[in-house]
C-alpha cells in the first residue's frame, strides 16, 4: 500500500490523470515498430525503461516487436492512424513529429542521443586530428539517416550532409563516399562492435562531439491515452524513487557507451535544435544530464 500510495502522489505531483489509474492500472498489450532486418541493438535499454516505468505505474503489460520493418516516418504514421499495427515507439524528439499523438516528454537517455561522435574510416583519423573550430568541420561531408531529425540540425548548423537508409550509411562511410557518420555517444561503438565483419575499417573518432538538445522519447498511439499516461506517471515515479537513476547508471548500453567515448574530455561543438516544440524545450532540467 505504501508504494501505491507513493506512485499516486508522484502521479498527482506530475498533473497526470489520475482517473483511470487509480486502481492498479490495467493489461496493455504493446507492440513498438521493427526498426531494421536482424534486431537492433539499441532496443534493450529502451525496453527496460519501459518495463520500469510499467512496473512503477503497477501496470500489467505484455510487450512484442512487430513482424514489419518500419522506418521513423513510416512507425509515425501508423501511430497516427491509431490502426493498431503498433502503439508504441520511442524516437527523436521533434515538433513535426508529434502530430497530434501522445507524448511522453522524458527523454528516455539523458539526451545521451543529442551527444554526437564520428563513425570515420581508421585511416582518416589524421584529418580529424586537425579540426579547431566548426569551420574546419564544415569542408567535410556527413552521412545520416533519411527522414532523420538529425539531418535537419546538422544541415541548419551549416554542416554538409547526404542521406540514405542507416545501413547504407556505413557502407558509405566504409567506401569514403562521405568522411564521417555522426552517432550518439551510446550507439556507436555498439553498433560497430556488430558489424566488423561487413566494415572492418570504421572506428570511432576519438577527439570531436557534436552536442545538441535531443533525445527519444516515447510516443503512443492516437487512442491509446491510458499507456501513454501510464508510461510518463511510472517515469515520474521512477525518478522520484531514485531507480532510474540505478538503472541509468548501471545499464552497459549507457555506461560502456560513456566510458568508451568520454564525451567530457572531447573538443565540443554546441548546436542548436530548432526542431523542438516549445514543450519539448519545457522539459525539466533533472530529465537531462547537466
Given at each position: 500500500m505504501h508504494r501505491r500510495r507513493f506512485v499516486l502522489a508522484a502521479l498527482g505531483a506530475a498533473g497526470v490523470t489520475l482517473c483511470a489509474h487509480a486502481a492498479p492500472a490495467g493489461h496493455f498489450d504493446i507492440v513498438y515498430p521493427r526498426i531494421r532486418v536482424g534486431g537492433d541493438v539499441h532496443a534493450a535499454y529502451a525496453l527496460a525503461v519501459l518495463d520500469l516505468a510499467m512496473k512503477a505505474a503497477n501496470a500489467s503489460y505484455s510487450v512484442q516487436q512487430a513482424e514489419i520493418v518500419m522506418e521513423r516516418g513510416r512507425a509515425l504514421a501508423e501511430l497516427a492512424r491509431g490502426n493498431n499495427t503498433i502503439n508504441l515507439h520511442w524516437t527523436s524528439m521533434e515538433a513535426r513529429a508529434e502530430r497530434g499523438l501522445n507524448v511522453v516528454r522524458i527523454p528516455i537517455h539523458r539526451g545521451l542521443i543529442g551527444y554526437r561522435v564520428f563513425v570515420?574510416?581508421?585511416?582518416?583519423?589524421?584529418?580529424?586530428?586537425?579540426?579547431?573550430?566548426?569551420?574546419?568541420?564544415?569542408?567535410?561531408?556527413?552521412?545520416?539517416?533519411?527522414?532523420?531529425?538529425?539531418?535537419?540540425?546538422?544541415?541548419?548548423?551549416?554542416?554538409?550532409?547526404?542521406?540514405?537508409?542507416?545501413?547504407?550509411?556505413?557502407?558509405?562511410?566504409?567506401?569514403?563516399?562521405?568522411?564521417?557518420?555522426?552517432?550518439?555517444?551510446?550507439?556507436?561503438?555498439?553498433?560497430?562492435e556488430g558489424r566488423r565483419h561487413r566494415e572492418p575499417d570504421l572506428v570511432v573518432e576519438n577527439r570531436l562531439l557534436l552536442k545538441y538538445r535531443s533525445d527519444f522519447i516515447f510516443y503512443v498511439a492516437t487512442g491509446h491515452e491510458a499507456l501513454a499516461g501510464t508510461i510518463e506517471g511510472g517515469l515520474v515515479a521512477a525518478y522520484r524513487d531514485g531507480s532510474y537513476m540505478r538503472l541509468f547508471n548501471t545499464h552497459p548500453y549507457i555506461q560502456d557507451g560513456l566510458v568508451r567515448t568520454k564525451p567530457a574530455s572531447r573538443k565540443t561543438f554546441q548546436l542548436d535544435n530548432p526542431y523542438l516544440s516549445e514543450a519539448d524545450r519545457s522539459i525539466p532540467d533533472e530529465y537531462w544530464m547537466s
Open positions: 570515420i574510416r581508421k585511416d582518416r583519423q589524421t584529418d580529424f586530428d586537425r579540426i579547431e573550430r566548426f569551420s574546419d568541420l564544415q569542408a567535410f561531408t556527413g552521412g545520416q539517416g533519411l527522414g532523420w531529425i538529425d539531418t535537419d540540425i546538422l544541415k541548419a548548423a551549416g554542416l554538409n550532409v547526404q542521406t540514405s537508409t542507416y545501413e547504407t550509411m556505413f557502407e558509405m562511410t566504409q567506401s569514403g563516399r562521405v568522411d564521417y557518420f555522426p552517432r550518439g555517444v551510446v550507439e556507436a561503438f555498439a553498433e560497430l
